[in-house]
């Protein structure tokens, strides 16, 4: 492929012929013509759904096997001659060649598929990044102080394949859905016949169990983790199933428990205890807490014990067949490295894997709530009284179990003989050692008594429930450097030089910026430790190891601004982090009258207003965040308003119920003579306003806001929908970490002035270069200069005329005029001189073409800036100098593979190369 010089000479850059397109030549057609990157990858993008040469390859080496099965035959017979022999070698060496040919054609064309899908945040981007390491193999398993490696079992964890298997009957979803036309009327039937007979049909109610590593290194067979891997039919009866439990499971279920149930939140419970833990030491409060570690507890649910409280909680016969047809009868094989074990029946427990079990598990979970409540109720056991009207004693998340009491050894022997009764009736029996207790306002040695007399271990320094630390200065330090370390590791799994730029920023927005998402939504994080978290994300986005010092050309603050403000739009840890705990803010003025809601309530009071930022607590320090955000400008509590509908549950003076502020700021003299401060909205609208003063309203200041005050309600008008709060960041009254997020980042971090412009059609690379390149921030030598790093020579090493800046590079230069000319007259556009992305931009606004179009154009001069600034590169550090011919090929063969896989118009070779600014989008 030659120079363009003309708009007619691109008629040489035609599609391949079907010929020329067989795949089994693709490396020597590759090294006869030459061609660059570009063009072959366009060339591999045709050919890749070419069917017709897919059946040739396949027929060839169908009809070589073929021949090779005969004379193995003739062989194995004792029927041997030379002429079988030599014929057989032939064979083995043209089968060995074409195998080699096609295994150079898949690593060509997966290099292609990560050219055009690399960066994007895709399921394909992120299965090569996760794909599992062969560490997770099985190769033997200690049992009873010995190793076993018996050959059945070698066998299969050495020579099994490495795919997984979704399940006995050997069928995925994906299948059922293409070929839904065809199977789906008999899918039904079998379903139908689970829920009319209540059992299923022979095999439909077999599974594989998984075997998934609950650490590194494991050897123990209870160091694994049993998966159920379901068949289909299992899985949509039990999905039914769950969706019909679903909708009722929160009416059955108590607020203790926080798992698997609709509208609660998880780290109610965390929060939860660290409040009452900090209750009770500013109250001198002797309180315990016990964390219970049931063993395998999905694995030992006894059946008899599920359909008894199934039927204590009022599910009819029906249901409870439904249910014995899902435990009984079923049965399942171990799989070893993918290799399934003789298969066995299931005697007790719930499938790890199954829908349904969760929400199954949590009913058997509310049995033991409701015999710690009939305890408490007896004076067997106490628990914490916060109130008159509040009392704890207990939290569950799923099989987490947290039991809070007074301090006493009644108490603790009340908690055992519990869990004991509950062993028995349930089969979930508590696992002592690995069970914890915590003491508050007892000293050491009581604790260690009380812990040794049950045979249970110790918390010290910290104490953790759901992952979370409650506990002091010193653990909490620990917490954050645990956090900060598991952080770096995950960037570790991940080399930064094999990804692209445009694939780390893809991994920071998606993966990295989610993972502290569970401490952060609860602690406030101190600033080293976040200066430390985005230290560590900008050595990743820049691909610098630990050992590298990398120049950073654009400051990280700027990189982690919103598109509209001139960034990239990772946003900063501290905003997610602020933005997470107004969240509980947001809760508690809304009232939304959970158990988290009316402990908070029971410690602090029901006005926020009223509630102390000094207390050495959770909540008061997001009491204060919140006040310090306000004085650096984001008041939070300002956008949080009530609208009103009877107004039985809004106060009159201090809601913000009508405008931005409350009555009592916005008409303080009439405040002022209100007896009644906390009356609702209702109360007052129901009677005059000034029936509830303490004296009448004199003349002066008083008379003229009691006038604009009775003015300013007399356009409110209740109905008859209950008073619900809004959070006024986005028009729909609906408050999203989101929206809080992005206003804390664009109150604090920096803003350029014009917006991040984006091609969606490129890819991220492309775009980041072009974000870079706006901003002065490549590494030219004019920039190495000002950075202080020592160049011999300054001017351009493409001509040699000039100083090297990006202008010049991108624009000035002989060979980026040349290239940016030939993009014009390929889109038949006039050429005009530019000297900076400032003039062309002017020009590019003034052109006139569709939309669509123009997108796609600005995405072509993208790609050759890009091409311009990688020519630059190799010319400088490549042993052998680069053909300029070919840089104006790699530009319309990239753009248009580039823009072909990411739009969702059809678009044809001979159409892009012809005329690109006459096809219709």
């Known amino acids: 492929m030659g120079v363009i010089h003309s708009k007619n000479d691109m008629t040489h850059l035609q599609a391949p012929t079907t010929v020329q397109k067989c795949r089994l030549n693709i490396p020597e057609r590759r090294a006869k013509l030459h061609v660059t990157f570009g063009a072959y990858a366009r060339f591999v993008w045709e050919i890749d759904s070419d069917e017709e040469n897919d059946e040739k390859a396949a027929l060839i080496e169908h009809a070589i096997e073929i021949e090779l099965r005969d004379i193995d035959k003739e062989l194995d017979s004792g029927y041997v001659s030379y002429t079988y022999l030599a014929r057989r070698l032939e064979l083995k060496g043209q089968l060995h060649e074409i195998k080699d040919k096609e295994a150079a054609d898949f690593v060509q064309k997966s290099k292609v598929r990560w050219a055009i899908k690399g960066d994007e945040n895709l399921r394909f981007f992120h299965g090569i990044i996760n794909k599992k390491r062969s560490q997770l193999a099985i190769r033997w398993i200690l049992v009873d102080g010995s190793w076993q490696t018996e050959p059945q079992i070698r066998s299969a964890v050495w020579n099994c394949g490495d795919n997984k298997s979704p399940g006995p009957d050997g069928y995925t979803f994906e299948f059922y859905k293409k070929y839904w036309g065809f199977l789906g009327i008999d899918f039904c039937e079998a379903v139908e016949h689970f829920f009319n007979n209540g059992a299923f049909v022979k095999g439909c109610n077999s599974s594989f169990i998984a075997l998934i590593h609950k650490i590194m290194d494991a050897k123990l067979v209870t160091d694994f983790r049993p998966i159920s891997l379901i068949g289909c039919v299992y899985k949509v009866v039990t999905k039914i199933l769950a969706n019909r439990l679903a909708m009722v499971i929160s009416n059955i279920v108590s607020n203790t428990q926080s798992a698997?149930?609709?509208?609660?939140?998880?780290?109610?419970?965390?929060?939860?205890?660290?409040?009452?833990?900090?209750?009770?030491?500013?109250?001198?409060?002797?309180?315990?807490?016990?964390?219970?570690?049931?063993?395998?507890?999905?694995?030992?649910?006894?059946?008899?014990?599920?359909?008894?409280?199934?039927?204590?909680?009022?599910?009819?016969?029906?249901?409870?067949?439904?249910?014995?047809?899902?435990?009984?009868?079923?049965?399942?094989?171990?799989?070893?490295?993918?290799?399934?074990?003789?298969?066995?029946?299931?005697?007790?427990?719930?499938?790890?894997?199954?829908?349904?079990?969760?929400?199954?598990?949590?009913?058997?979970?509310?049995?033991?709530?409701?015999?710690?409540?009939?305890?408490?109720?007896?004076?067997?056991?106490?628990?914490?009284?916060?109130?008159?009207?509040?009392?704890?004693?207990?939290?569950?998340?799923?099989?987490?179990?947290?039991?809070?009491?007074?301090?006493?050894?009644?108490?603790?022997?009340?908690?055992?003989?519990?869990?004991?009764?509950?062993?028995?009736?349930?089969?979930?029996?508590?696992?002592?050692?690995?069970?914890?207790?915590?003491?508050?306002?007892?000293?050491?040695?009581?604790?260690?008594?009380?812990?040794?007399?049950?045979?249970?271990?110790?918390?010290?320094?910290?104490?953790?429930?759901?992952?979370?630390?409650?506990?002091?200065?010193?653990?909490?330090?620990?917490?954050?450097?645990?956090?900060?370390?598991?952080?770096?590791?995950?960037?570790?799994?991940?080399?930064?030089?094999?990804?692209?730029?445009?694939?780390?920023?893809?991994?920071?927005?998606?993966?990295?910026?989610?993972?502290?998402?569970?401490?952060?939504?609860?602690?406030?994080?101190?600033?080293?430790?976040?200066?430390?978290?985005?230290?560590?994300?900008?050595?990743?986005?820049?691909?610098?190891?630990?050992?590298?010092k990398k120049i950073t050309w654009v400051a990280w603050d700027k990189v982690l601004a919103s598109k509209k403000n001139g960034g990239l739009g990772v946003s900063s840890y501290f905003a997610l982090n602020r933005a997470l705990l107004l969240k509980w803010i947001w809760r508690f003025v809304s009232q939304?009258?959970?158990?988290?809601?009316?402990?908070?309530?029971?410690?602090?009071?029901?006005?926020?207003?009223?509630?102390?930022?000094?207390?050495?607590?959770?909540?008061?320090?997001?009491?204060?965040?919140?006040?310090?955000?306000?004085?650096?400008?984001?008041?939070?509590?300002?956008?949080?308003?009530?609208?009103?509908?009877?107004?039985?549950?809004?106060?009159?003076?201090?809601?913000?119920?009508?405008?931005?502020?409350?009555?009592?700021?916005?008409?303080?003299?009439?405040?002022?003579?209100?007896?009644?401060?906390?009356?609702?909205?209702?109360?007052?609208?129901?009677?005059?306003?000034?029936?509830?003063?303490?004296?009448?309203?004199?003349?002066?200041?008083?008379?003229?806001q009691f006038n604009e005050l009775r003015s300013y309600i007399d356009s409110v008008t209740l109905s008859n929908s209950h008073d619900r709060w809004i959070c006024n960041m986005s028009g729909d009254g609906i408050f999203r970490v989101k929206d809080i997020r992005n206003s804390i980042d664009d109150l604090m971090l920096p803003s350029w002035l014009e917006p991040t412009k984006w091609v969606k059609y490129v890819p991220i690379k492309i775009n980041i270069f072009g974000w870079r390149a706006r901003r002065d921030c490549l590494p030219t030598r004019a920039n190495l200069i000002r950075r202080g790093v020592y160049m011999e020579f300054s001017n351009c090493p493409i001509c040699g005329l000039y100083v090297e800046d990006t202008h010049h590079v991108l624009f000035q230069c002989d060979l980026a005029q040349s290239v940016l000319r030939r993009i014009c007259r390929w889109w038949d556009l006039d050429w005009q001189t530019w000297s900076s992305f400032s003039t062309w931009d002017a020009w590019f606004s003034s052109i006139r073409l569709a939309p669509n179009n123009k997108k796609l154009l600005e995405g072509v001069f993208y790609v050759a800036w890009w091409s311009i600034w990688v020519f630059r590169n190799r010319l400088l550090f490549d042993d052998k100098a680069p053909a300029r011919s070919m840089i104006v090929d790699d530009i319309m063969s990239l753009s248009f593979l580039w823009c072909k896989n990411r739009c969702k118009w059809a678009l044809s070779w001979e159409a892009w190369l012809k005329n690109p600014h006459l096809i219709s989008l």
């Open 260 to 548: 698997f149930v609709s509208e609660r939140q998880i780290l109610d419970g965390p929060f939860i205890i660290n409040e009452v833990l900090h209750w009770c030491k500013r109250k001198n409060k002797k309180a315990m807490f016990f964390k219970v570690d049931f063993a395998k507890a999905y694995d030992s649910v006894r059946w008899d014990y599920l359909i008894d409280v199934l039927e204590a909680f009022g599910f009819g016969m029906t249901w409870c067949q439904w249910i014995r047809g899902l435990c009984c009868f079923a049965k399942a094989s171990v799989l070893v490295n993918g290799s399934p074990s003789r298969e066995f029946q299931f005697q007790c427990g719930l499938k790890q894997g199954d829908p349904l079990a969760p929400l199954l598990f949590i009913l058997v979970m509310e049995s033991l709530h409701l015999s710690f409540s009939r305890v408490v109720e007896a004076g067997i056991f106490k628990g914490i009284r916060l109130n008159n009207s509040i009392s704890l004693s207990h939290l569950f998340y799923a099989d987490d179990a947290l039991i809070v009491g007074e301090w006493s050894s009644d108490n603790l022997r009340g908690i055992i003989n519990v869990l004991k009764c509950f062993f028995l009736a349930s089969g979930l029996q508590i696992n002592i050692h690995k069970s914890q207790l915590l003491g508050v306002g007892v000293s050491r040695l009581d604790i260690e008594a009380a812990a040794a007399s049950i045979g249970c271990s110790i918390m010290d320094n910290q104490f953790r429930y759901l992952g979370v630390m409650v506990g002091g200065n010193t653990s909490r330090h620990k917490f954050w450097a645990d956090v900060v370390s598991k952080l770096r590791s995950r960037l570790s799994k991940w080399k930064t030089k094999t990804l692209s730029i445009g694939g780390r920023l893809t991994l920071l927005k998606s993966v990295l910026g989610a993972s502290p998402l569970y401490c952060m939504s609860i602690f406030k994080a101190p600033k080293g430790v976040l200066k430390e978290m985005e230290s560590i994300r900008n050595n990743f986005f820049i691909g610098a190891d630990t050992a590298d």
């Open 592 to 704: 939304d009258d959970s158990l988290w809601f009316q402990v908070m309530q029971a410690i602090y009071g029901p006005n926020i207003d009223s509630h102390s930022v000094h207390l050495a607590s959770n909540w008061c320090s997001i009491l204060r965040e919140m006040q310090t955000l306000k004085d650096k400008g984001f008041d939070f509590l300002s956008l949080c308003s009530k609208r009103v509908g009877d107004g039985n549950n809004s106060r009159f003076w201090l809601d913000i119920w009508k405008g931005d502020i409350t009555l009592r700021d916005k008409f303080p003299r009439i405040f002022a003579l209100e007896m009644d401060k906390t009356i609702t909205v209702a109360a007052k609208m129901a009677s005059l306003v000034d029936s509830s003063f303490r004296r009448p309203v004199r003349g002066g200041i008083e008379h003229v």
